[in-house]
């Protein structure tokens, strides 16, 4: 299945109004390639990247077994968007690859950077947090109304996943 | 990219050549453009003394007005209609 560039997503799902700067925005990121079962965040660190995740599916979890807990799933052409990215707070949970993932990852230092040369880009993060709270909601929504993810350890098992911290 | 005459053929031709450049080298040239339009058109054109005066008589907004907009088309490849006209 052929997935969205970052470029196209920001242009056609987030319709941020700025072709050029998310052209320039897009550029900014760096491609990492993560096998199935990675930490991408771990749990009490700081998250110092944003992530794209063009390929594959990410899970966060609230702790170790047997209490873990799912919290949050994402799919192709989302974005991984920490809390504590923008509030430079530890992670209150870990994030890890559920397959084989292709990410855009995006470090503050950069970002800033851009933001400080062309401060209408915020307009870009603005869209990207607004889509952020639309998924966090759908999300809350999913794992409270779908009794077969409240046996997230079988789903777990299936997945041959061995997540601890 | 070679300099081209600052004119519709010319516009056309720089058109062309952008619009053959992959993501990465299209950043590049948007990047300048956004960041000092009259650099970029430099860059491209051979401008003569009075080009370069009537550029420089544009008001910063309307420079700024420019730049965004043709860095915008641009972005997404879409062509632009540019009439150079001279006294």
């Not at chain 1, 599916?57 to 989302?78: D, F, H, N």
């Not at chain 1, 350890?153 to 061995?162: D, K, N, P, V």
């Not at chain 2, 053959?20 to 650099?39: G, H, P, Q, T, Y």
Request: proline share 4%; net charge positive; glycine share 2%.
């Amino acid at each position: 299945m052929k997935t969205m560039t970052l470029n196209h997503y920001l242009n056609q799902v987030l319709c941020t109004d700025e072709p050029a700067l998310n052209l320039l925005f897009s550029r900014l990121f760096q491609e990492v390639t993560y096998t199935k079962n990675t930490m991408i965040y771990q749990k009490g660190k700081m998250p110092f990247f944003l992530c794209y995740l063009q390929k594959g599916a990410a899970m966060a979890l609230s702790q170790s077994a047997p209490k873990r807990q799912v919290l949050r799933i994402w799919e192709p052409e989302q974005f991984i968007c920490p809390v504590g990215f923008f509030s430079h707070a530890p992670m209150s949970h870990s994030v890890f690859t559920l397959e084989d993932c292709t990410l855009y990852m995006l470090h503050f230092k950069p970002l800033y950077q851009f933001l400080s040369k062309f401060p209408i880009a915020y307009k870009i993060l603005n869209a990207i947090m607004k889509e952020e709270i639309r998924l966090l909601k759908r999300n809350i929504k999913s794992l409270s109304q779908n009794s077969g993810f409240q046996n997230h350890e079988a789903l777990l098992e299936a997945l041959s996943i061995t997540y601890n911290e | 990219m070679k300099k081209l005459q600052f004119n519709m053929q010319g516009i056309r031709v720089l058109q062309r050549e952008l619009f053959s450049l992959n993501d990465a080298e299209l950043a590049v040239e948007i990047l300048l453009l956004r960041s000092n339009l009259f650099a970029w058109i430099e860059k491209h054109f051979e401008l003569n003394d009075k080009d370069r005066e009537a550029f420089h008589l544009l008001s910063p907004a309307s420079r700024e007005f420019l730049a965004v907009w043709l860095s915008n088309r641009f972005a997404l490849r879409k062509s632009i209609h540019f009439t150079v006209i001279r006294s």
